[in-house]
DNA sequence: GTGCTCACG
DNA sequence: GACGTACGTGAGCACT
């Protein structure tokens, strides 16, 4: 204790849901034997103790927040609306510091539609009445109104008094003040909307100028400083339903009279049996002592040592030896049931899902493993067949024994979903679609694969046998080596079970003790944060979105290819003939070939293989040389458009839900973006008119839209506020063109004279900003001389001069460390940075000057995704994310909540982040894809 | 399997 | 002044 504890007052009144947060947010994890997280519920009940022998607190009632919603959201529903769901690890504990509360034999108190707060004032002013001392237990600002006149408040977790010197340096102004400032400071916490631009120090200035809101507002026109006045005119109202807001209800219809709240009667058997329960050894030992010294006989619980050993190994990092595998086959009931209770003990239990293709969405479950400790695994074949057996067999007989899906369903549905049990997979996107499927829920889950991107990303790859043989140095079975590959791959179900279990076992246990030191090292790299809010909440968001799939109208792109093909084979047949002879167009060795070789065409340059580049931007520098230039180019766009997306994204779709289900990589690339596979839905065309087309196959079903939100200028703006680029922060504020406005200050044309072209290449080079800027690349793009190019360069960095600053930085973080870090902490490692090799050194570069920009602009939307899924959810929005493309994201919504979606998805996406400048998001709805742009 | 080309942001 | 270049992806095709 490191100052006084108050004189002996009379009513301590405990802020319990205020504790809960502060305490989970401010104490190391720590879980009971069985895996329960119990940090909280520890603080908590430490903090209880401590309240009743070394303040003496005779009288205590502690006060939780009612689930339901408040009268305030009758007021601003909007209220506490941007508040993140509490962390899986905090959920399982609300309930145990109930139980903790009643333990203690303490007065529990709650209300519907009142906050713990509101209890708090009304108790405090019935005490206060009656001439007794309050003590607030609470660090709570919003309690901070109540000090005074025998009310203080105590901070349990910086254990320090609050009384009114403490208040008034928080706010500025006398507690009596504290709602006015609040009122016109509002508060982003709870989402109290205040006066725009007015902080606590300026409200504090305010109220103590002119004695209270009321007064202010009056008088709102006397104010000298121009903007201020304007804003609480305007606002006046705001600021008004902000005190409606922050004024504490002093007069709750409390069902618990305060002559009620008796001085408690303590029960030390209740107290030592909870305690117990708990596995809190120290304070059971100090509760048993202290009630000896008191002459009480107390017996001493015994702690549950078995589970507590099966816990230490599930939970420690670091075995000392190797752990030997003894992996389990579970062909019955009974052993599925064993394993169950054991993971249900241990509170943690890693499993992995096998099954027979792996698209999510059609394929069927062949079987499921679990690990409860390191080595010790099992493995539940589920739907195996007799490997011998042809491929037409249908003999039951020859089926191995095994459980039933349905008894296992059953099984473990409770397991899945129990709040108290942890479950961990290696890519779990995977695994909580399949089990989807199946009608079984997943909750709460943690991914080691996901953990490791956090912690490692952009070092190595995260896939489970790569992870396994870095940090365990193990090498694990693949699956390659059980099913085999190419031609003669079986699938999973035909796989024997000794060596079904062998494999899958491993894959389970392998994932628990990667996430034993990833668990750890998050803590000791600070990467938790990133992991808990962003990249582990987006598994769901992105599970939900493959599984939804989008609708594609298989007619239109069957016409829209064979329309591609005519017009190829008459391009083709002209080429052929000014080549004067046949030759493979498709072949880029034969083209060039034909190109520089026979027809002799200058403008030609070779790769470092020797052969011909034939590229687009070859072919455009020598367009006008020969007239088989543009019936290549032709010819080689339709090529690209019926190859790649007319006909191959028809054999995507899916038969069992007529859709296309693309997957998305979570933890793929080096900068935090997502990407997108079988098929990629990242790359369809939209730059030409020919590949815009294709947009118009991706279609909505009946009754329901497309709709695209996307951000305006993301990554510009990103540069703007960390490289604090004056010009260009003003130019975004103002919502000026930033391209053009470019050109005029690097080329010093005017604003009015400004033309397309100038203004293209001020584009370019702000792109080129983005990318790490080189004179050769950007000479390239705008074939421009180099030197023409550099002084661009140049020009730029005079009038912009804040970037040069900013690229130096970078480039010299990321030689000390190996990595950038973008705005959320995410760790962008890039390679070569310290090379003597100048190109690759400058390759890596650049890698780290775009890794910051394009990471921001990948962490913005990660955390836009999850807001706006839960924005959605909570306004009941039959709207379904179906689509991310980088800064674009594309819903399917019925057409009459077209436009209310778009207004939540542009806001959330706009207030995902807090730049030095607005972040802008742009919707548009239709039937197809391009009809929402 | 690798290289080239090209679709997107 | 070296040294090859714009940043990040995935897919289809030709060719080894």
Redesign the pocket.
């Known amino acids: 204790m490191t100052s006084p504890a108050p004189a002996h007052p009379d009513l301590y009144l405990v802020d319990g849901s205020g504790f809960i947060f502060r305490a989970f947010h401010a104490l190391p994890p720590m879980t009971r034997g069985d895996g329960v997280p119990v940090n909280a519920v520890y603080g908590f009940s430490n903090m209880i103790y401590k309240l009743l022998t070394d303040f003496a607190a005779a009288q205590v009632a502690v006060i939780f927040d009612a689930k339901e919603e408040t009268f305030r959201n009758k007021i601003y529903p909007d209220y506490k609306a941007n508040r993140d769901a509490p962390p899986e690890e905090l959920v399982p504990q609300f309930a145990l510091i109930r139980e903790s509360v009643h333990a203690f034999c303490l007065p529990c108190l709650e209300l519907e539609g009142f906050e713990a707060d509101d209890l708090i004032a009304t108790y405090a002013k019935q005490a206060k009445a009656r001439g007794q001392k309050v003590v607030i237990v609470s660090s709570d600002k919003d309690l901070m109104q109540l000090v005074g006149d025998g009310v203080t408040m105590w901070d349990p977790i910086k254990a320090r008094s609050i009384a009114e010197p403490e208040v008034f340096e928080k706010f500025g102004v006398t507690p009596d003040k504290v709602v006015d400032v609040q009122a016109l400071a509002g508060d982003s916490v709870d989402n109290v909307p205040g006066v725009p631009g007015i902080g606590i120090k300026t409200a504090a200035q305010l109220i103590n100028e002119y004695g209270d809101l009321e007064t202010l507002l009056a008088r709102a026109g006397e104010i000298k400083q121009p903007k201020r006045r304007e804003s609480l005119i305007e606002h006046a109202e705001k600021a008004r339903v902000s005190k409606l807001l922050v004024k504490l209800d002093e007069a709750v219809p409390v069902t618990t009279p305060i002559d009620e709240l008796r001085p408690r009667e303590p029960d030390s058997s209740k107290l030592t049996a909870y305690l117990a329960k708990m596995e809190f050894k120290t304070l059971l030992n100090r509760v048993t002592t202290r009630l000896r010294e008191e002459g009480q006989v107390v017996e001493h619980p015994d702690l549950p040592v078995e589970t507590a050993a099966a816990a230490a190994r599930a939970l420690d990092p670091t075995p000392e030896a190797p752990v030997e595998a003894r992996y389990e086959l579970v062909q019955d009931l009974p052993a599925l049931q064993r394993w169950i209770a054991r993971a249900q003990r241990v509170g943690v239990v890693a499993f992995d899902t096998e099954t027979d293709s792996l698209t999510p969405c059609v394929c069927g479950i062949v079987g499921v493993s679990l690990a409860v400790a390191p080595g010790e695994a099992c493995y539940i074949p589920l739907c195996h067949v007799n490997p011998d057996a042809g491929g037409l067999d249908l003999d039951q007989a020859a089926k191995p024994q095994q459980i039933s899906l349905d008894e296992f369903k059953t099984a473990i549905g409770p397991l899945l979903t129990d709040p108290s049990v942890l479950k961990i997979a290696h890519n779990g996107k995977f695994d909580l679609q399949v089990l989807q499927c199946l009608g079984l829920d997943v909750t709460p889950i943690d991914d080691t694969m996901l953990m490791s991107y956090a912690l490692d990303g952009?070092s190595h790859g995260h896939g489970m046998d790569e992870l396994a043989s870095i940090h365990l140095g193990l090498k694990t079975t693949t699956f390659a080596e059980v099913c085999g590959?190419?031609k003669a791959q079986i699938t999973f179900d035909r796989v024997p079970l000794d060596r079904a279990l062998a494999y899958a076992a491993e894959d389970a246990d392998v994932t628990l003790r990667l996430w034993q030191l990833f668990k750890q090292r998050l803590l000791a790299d600070h990467m938790t944060t990133l992991y808990e809010t962003i990249d582990r909440p987006l598994l769901r968001v992105v599970a939900g979105m493959e599984s939804a799939g989008i609708l594609i109208d298989r007619n239109a792109l069957a016409k829209m290819g064979q329309k591609f093909g005519e017009r190829m084979v008459q391009l083709e047949a002209e080429v052929q003939k000014l080549a004067g002879r046949p030759f493979?167009?498709?072949?880029?060795?034969?083209?060039?070939e034909v190109l520089f070789d026979e027809l002799k065409l200058e403008g030609g340059r070779k790769?470092?293989?020797?052969?011909?580049?034939?590229?687009?931007?070859?072919?455009d520098e020598i367009e006008d040389s020969h007239p088989i230039i543009p019936a290549?180019?032709s010819w080689?766009?339709l090529?690209?458009?019926?190859?790649?997306?007319t006909?191959?994204?028809q054999?995507?779709i899916q038969q069992k839900t007529g859709r296309v289900h693309?997957?998305y990589?979570l933890a793929?690339?080096?900068?935090g973006?997502l990407?997108?596979?079988?098929?990629?839905l990242?790359?369809?065309?939209?730059?030409?008119e020919e590949?815009?087309q294709i947009r118009t196959a991706f279609i909505a079903g009946p009754g329901n839209v497309l709709l695209s939100v996307?951000?305006s200028q993301?990554?510009l703006r990103i540069v703007a506020d960390i490289a604090n680029i004056q010009a260009l922060r003003d130019a975004f504020t103002n919502g000026d063109d930033i391209h053009a406005l470019t050109a005029s200050q690097v080329f010093g044309v005017p604003m009015a004279d400004m033309t397309k072209d100038i203004r293209a290449r001020a584009k370019?080079?702000?792109?080129?900003?983005?990318?790490?800027?080189?004179?050769?690349?950007?000479a390239?793009?705008?074939g421009i001389p180099?030197s023409e190019?550099s002084a661009y360069?140049k020009a730029y960095l005079e009038r912009f001069s804040e970037l040069r600053d900013y690229m130096e930085e970078t480039k010299s973080f990321a030689r000390k460390h190996g990595y950038v870090l973008t705005l959320l902490g995410r760790k962008c490692h890039?390679a070569g940075i310290n090379e003597k090799?100048?190109?690759?050194?400058?390759?890596a570069e650049?890698?780290a000057?775009?890794?910051r920009i394009?990471g921001t602009?990948a962490d913005i939307m990660r955390r836009a995704m999850r807001n706006v899924s839960r924005a959605l959810q909570r306004a009941g929005s039959p709207a379904q994310m179906l689509l991310q493309?980088?800064?674009?994201l594309v819903f399917e919504v019925p057409e009459t909540h077209a436009e209310a979606t778009a207004a939540i998805v542009r806001t959330e996406m706009e207030r995902a982040a807090t730049l030095g400048v607005p972040l802008v998001a742009e919707a548009g709805w239709g039937k197809s894809w391009a009809d929402a742009h």
Request: hydrophobic share 35%; aromatic share 6%.
């Open positions: 952009g590959s190419g493979n167009l498709g072949s880029p060795k034969q083209l060039g790769l470092k293989s020797g052969a011909w580049t034939t590229d687009a931007s070859v072919l290549i180019q080689r766009q090529a690209k458009l019926k190859a790649t997306y006909d191959a994204l054999e995507e693309t997957s990589a793929a690339t080096s900068t973006r990407s997108s596979t079988e098929p990629n990242q790359n369809i065309p939209i730059r030409t590949g815009r996307d951000y993301i990554e370019a080079i702000n792109f080129g900003i983005i990318y790490g800027i080189s004179a050769f690349g950007l390239r793009q705008l180099q190019a360069i890039v090799n100048p190109a690759r050194r400058s390759f650049r890698q000057i775009n890794g394009q602009a493309v980088h800064d674009e």
